[in-house]
Structures are given as C-alpha cells and as structure tokens.
C-alpha cells in the first residue's frame, strides 16, 4: 500500500502562484511516475502533468508554460509549481503515484485531493 499526502493548494488571484507538494510512502518497491490531475465540478479527472522517474515530463497543453512539475525520486516527493494561475485552473487537484518500470503501470494511488481557487 502506497499514501500519498498532498499539500500548498489555496486561494490565489489571477496571475499569482501556488506550488502543490505531494509525498509518497509505503510499500513503494519501484515507481514508474508520478504526476497531477484535476477535476472541476462537472467536469472529468484530467491529466495536468505527469513525471517519470527517469525525469521525462508530460504537461497538458492547457499549462505548458506556465506549470512546472518535479520530482524528487530519492524522497518519493512530487512538486507541482504553477504560475501565471487563471481562473480556468480552479479545481480540486490529485496527486497520482504509478508502481511499475518503463511504459508498464501496475499499479495507481491517488492522493486525496487539494483545492486550489484562483480568483479573477
């Protein structure tokens, strides 16, 4: 078993930052990646970026330039910087740790969420 604690959501004004933590212990054998979603009331769980543990990233095109997403491996421990918030990025936002090794996933934790509000 994987748990994952999640911390920095808020509230923020358009144009600010806020930088989402999130720390994984447990049984963590081998992580394949890890990574952030989204979800917006009435709207589904999106990817908003994604780390492997090798470092590649993968980034919604919805944040490329404007989030940052890093991981440090011997901590279990992904960061999310965001900056440049917009109102559109209000949601409550999930931490997601993968068990696996290269492409093959298997096995999801999730975190238990953290809101996040920008205000325009």
């Known amino acids: 078993q994987v748990q994952l604690v999640e911390s920095g959501g808020g509230s923020v004004q358009a144009g600010g930052s806020l930088r989402l933590s999130c720390a994984a212990s447990?049984?963590?054998?081998?992580?394949?990646?890890m990574g952030w979603y989204r979800q917006s009331p009435g709207k589904q769980r999106e990817l908003v970026a994604n780390?492997?543990?090798?470092?590649?990233?993968v980034y919604a095109d919805f944040v490329k330039g404007r989030f940052t997403i890093s991981l440090n491996h011997a901590k279990n421990t992904v960061n999310l910087l965001m900056n440049s918030l917009k109102p559109e990025d209000t949601a409550v936002y999930y931490c997601?740790?993968?068990?696996?090794?290269?492409?093959?996933?298997?096995?999801?934790?999730w975190g238990q969420g953290t809101q996040v509000t920008v205000s325009s």
């Open positions: 997601k740790f993968n068990l696996g090794s290269g492409t093959f996933v298997q096995g999801s934790y």
């Open positions: 447990g049984r963590i054998f081998n992580m394949q990646s």
């Open positions: 780390v492997g543990s090798g470092g590649d990233t």
